[in-house]
Structure formats: structure tokens, C-alpha cells
């Protein structure tokens, strides 16, 4: 089974835990079968290879995605990325020529797409898989998967099947409606639109070369920018004749707000964090090495990270976006594909960063042409490499380098230190990469 799971997304509605960086998938609210935090990514890759343990897994994501999801899924996880943020059609146009041209999928395999954030129990991905036989031996274009709804909601797109069957025509799509036509939808056997589409790859390709001028994969790469934002609903879906949607009636949330993130995340308080007697419905996160006390409070989110912190009542959450796109804040956290970094402090002329590189770990071998940086190793055991010239570091070691010197750090363990970087003018484009030395 071949999988693309479309991972975007800015990250405004579950501020402040989540950033262009650090976006809602990637967060550490739920809990795997071992009892440890896990996100909605490692969620879901977890599920589909429990279901199907050889699944071909891709991720379609943004620059700014790539190392958290290196991260949490490790070096080896197939990744297309795209080099600017467009809409879903050109998402998927290029995911389809990067399975075809650089991973060999052929044009006659089922490609599947699905979101990387539902809230979903296996069966789901028990149905994705059925998605993909109808779709490999019936004769329509395009499958879909369709949620059988438990109420008349105004924030999801509607199917109306022309059957009633498990597997039935598309009769027409609906856009977001308010409550009352919902519910008339609902009444003529409507589903919810899940975003989930399954193809036969040739297909994919067809329409992508039909909508943008393009040789393969490496020529939409560099293309991509000039590409149309339009989705994939709107570019092929609605426009398809040749077209079919199964039924599905498993658990399925989709978790885009902390709203609903409240519903489904392992615990109600996670951090540093006491609530009072009288205090009902309230959840809490708090990534911030500081306790929250919370009294008297009813059905609220209370949200704290380095990047901000957040008190809504929990209906109103879902409506926080524009309030966000006010809050100009440098992102404070991030997962790189090495570890993680947290900003301190920061001030005129510095910059203090706390560093975490995970065990057999390194940054890039790297320099800054406009800063000096002081490392001081708090935990753990690595080596530093100082314009090719190698040195152990162990706990209070300091390590000091001059503007225009490469260097980078090996973890042997878990390495935790602080990195000063002091300059008149500290940006994240202050950085040129080198190969390894020999």
C-alpha cells in the first residue's frame, strides 16, 4: 500500500505550542500502548503499519517540517518536500511524480492520501485499506472515504452517495453548511469529506501534466513555486465524473482546534500544573519549567510554552486564529532532526539557547559569518569539532568560536548545553554548511 500523508499546516489554531515549525501533528499529546507522549504523526504512522506493516509511507511536507518529522520518525521515513507552500493539488501533483521518478512506483499502483492529523481508532486504516482494493479492482477514477457523521456540523464539506450502499457514486459535493442544511444532508444519507482519496498513480500524473507544465519530478521541484494554489478538491476531485465513496463509521475526529484536542489528548494536565476542588473541564499544558495553579475555572485551555501562553474559554479557542496572525513572536522551540533547541533569553546584541542533541546525533558542520558562539556543556558526553580539529567535551566544558569558524558537536549521549551566540546582527540565514571533515 502506498500512503501519502499531507502534513502542513501554520500552526495558528493551537498556538502557542504550535508554530510555522512546530506545527499541531507535531505536538506530544497523546500517549502510544507503552504509556509515552507521542504525537499525531507518530500516532498515525504507527496505526497504518499495524494495519499494514509494509505500507510505503510518504510524508508530503514544507521545508520548515522536515527535521521535526526526522525527528519523530526517524532519518530513514521517505519525505517530499515541498520548496514553497502551495495548495493541495500541486501537494499531491508533486508527491506523485516523486513516488513514480524517485521511489519506482509504477502507474498502475493504488496511491492513497490521507491528512496526518485525524483522530482515529484502526479501523480507519482498516477502510483505507479497503479503499485501496475497490480502487485497484472496480473501474472509477477516483475513490473517497466518507465518515458517516453523528452530528450536523458546519465545519466539514459533505458527499452525498447516489447509493446507500457500503461503496456508492458520488451524486454531488457539498460545501460547509450551516447547521440546518446539515442536517438536511444528513437526512439524504450524506457523509463528512475525510480528505481522503485514493488513485491509481498514472491517473494522478495524467491530470498534474494536464494543470502544469512539467518533464518529472525534479523539473516541478524547481517549478513549484510558479505552480497554482488551488486544491485538490476543487482541481480534480469535484470536476470527476468517474468517481466512488466508502462508507465509514469508526471513531474519527478531526483535531484542528484545542477544542477538540481537549476531547481526545491522554491527560487533562500535562507539565507543571495544580488545579483546585471547584475547578471542572479545564486541560492544561504547560511547557514552561514554571508551575500554573488554575482555581475556580470552568471548560477552559490553559496553554504556556516559550512562545506564549493562552487562557480561552474552550469554545471560543476554535476561534482564535485571526487573534494569533496579531502575536509577531520569533518561534522559541523547535525539534531538529539532531535534538531540539529552546531560545532563553535574547536581547540587544545575544541570544541565549538551550541545546539538546539526542545519543549518536550532530549538528551540521557549519559557521556564522556575523556571530560568535560559547558552548557550555551541562550533561552528557560528545565531540566537538572546531575548524577540523576534533575535542571531547563532558559536563562544564566551554567551547568558544569566532565568526567564520566551522564547527559542530557529536553526542555520544544525550548532550544538554547552553549556546550563546553574541553579534550585532544574530538571524537563522547566518549559517553556511560544509561537508564533514575527513
Request: contains cysteine; hydrophobic residues 40%.
Amino acid at each position: 500500500m502506498n500512503i501519502v500523508l499531507l502534513s502542513g499546516g501554520s500552526g495558528k489554531r493551537m498556538w502557542p505550542l504550535s508554530n510555522d515549525i512546530r506545527s499541531k501533528q507535531f505536538i506530544k499529546l497523546f500517549k502510544n500502548d507503552e504509556g509515552e507522549y507521542e504525537s499525531m504523526v507518530q500516532r498515525v504512522y504507527r496505526q497504518i503499519k499495524m494495519v499494514d506493516k509494509d505500507a510505503n509511507i510518504t510524508i508530503a511536507t514544507s521545508k520548515t517540517q522536515v527535521s521535526a518529522i526526522h525527528n519523530q520518525l526517524g532519518e530513514t521515513v521517505s519525505v517530499c518536500v515541498e520548496p514553497t507552500r502551495r495548495d493541495t493539488f500541486p501537494a499531491i501533483a508533486l508527491a506523485a511524480a516523486y513516488l513514480h521518478d524517485e521511489l519506482g512506483v509504477g502507474e498502475d499502483e493504488v496511491v492513497i492520501i490521507c491528512p496526518v492529523d485525524p483522530y482515529v481508532d484502526n479501523s480507519y486504516y482498516e477502510s483505507v485499506v479497503k479503499l485501496e482494493d475497490i480502487t485497484k479492482n472496480g473501474n472509477k477514477n477516483i475513490s473517497l472515504m466518507g465518515i458517516e457523521p453523528t452530528y450536523p456540523s458546519e465545519k466539514y464539506g459533505y458527499i452525498i452517495p447516489a447509493g446507500t450502499g457500503t461503496v456508492s457514486d458520488v451524486a454531488e459535493f457539498k460545501e460547509k453548511p450551516d447547521v440546518e442544511t446539515a442536517k438536511k444532508y444528513i437526512k439524504q444519507g450524506a457523509l463528512w469529506n475525510a480528505g481522503v482519496f485514493a488513485f491509481k498513480l498514472g491517473y494522478m500524473l495524467e491530470k498534474a501534466h494536464s494543470l502544469i507544465d512539467f518533464m518529472d519530478y525534479s523539473d516541478l521541484y524547481v517549478k513549484y513555486a510558479g505552480c497554482p494554489k488551488i486544491s485538490f478538491d476543487y482541481a480534480v476531485v469535484e470536476k470527476e465524473s468517474s468517481i466512488q465513496v466508502l462508507r465509514h463509521a469508526g471513531e474519527w475526529k478531526d483535531v484542528g482546534t484545542w477544542n477538540m484536542m481537549a476531547e481526545v489528548m491522554a491527560d487533562d494536565i500535562k507539565g507543571k500544573a495544580l488545579t483546585d476542588d471547584t475547578t471542572k473541564g479545564v486541560n492544561i499544558i504547560n511547557e514552561l519549567n514554571i508551575p500554573i495553579l488554575v482555581m475556580g475555572a470552568k471548560d477552559m485551555i490553559v496553554a504556556a510554552s516559550g512562545d506564549g501562553i493562552l487562557i480561552a474559554d474552550k469554545e471560543q479557542s476554535s476561534y482564535m486564529k485571526p487573534y494569533v496572525e496579531k502575536i509577531s513572536t520569533e518561534v522559541r522551540f523547535a525539534e531538529k532532526s539532531w535534538g531540539s533547541y529552546s531560545v532563553i533569553d535574547a536581547g540587544d546584541g545575544y541570544l541565549n539557547v538551550k541545546v539538546v542533541l539526542n545519543p549518536g546525533n550532530r549538528m551540521a558542520y557549519h559557521s556564522h559569518e556575523y556571530r560568535d558562539e560559547v558552548w557550555t556543556v551541562l550533561s552528557g558526553r560528545g565531540k566537538a569539532i572546531i575548524d577540523g580539529m576534533e575535542q571531547v567535551v563532558n559536563p562544564g566544558d566551554v567551547v568558544t568560536m569566532a565568526a567564520g569558524c566551522r564547527h559542530t558537536i557529536i553526542a555520544e549521549s544525550e548532550l544538554t548545553m547552553l549556546e550563546a551566540q553574541i553579534g550585532d546582527d544574530i538571524t537563522v540565514s547566518d549559517k553556511k554548511k560544509y561537508d564533514m571533515p575527513v
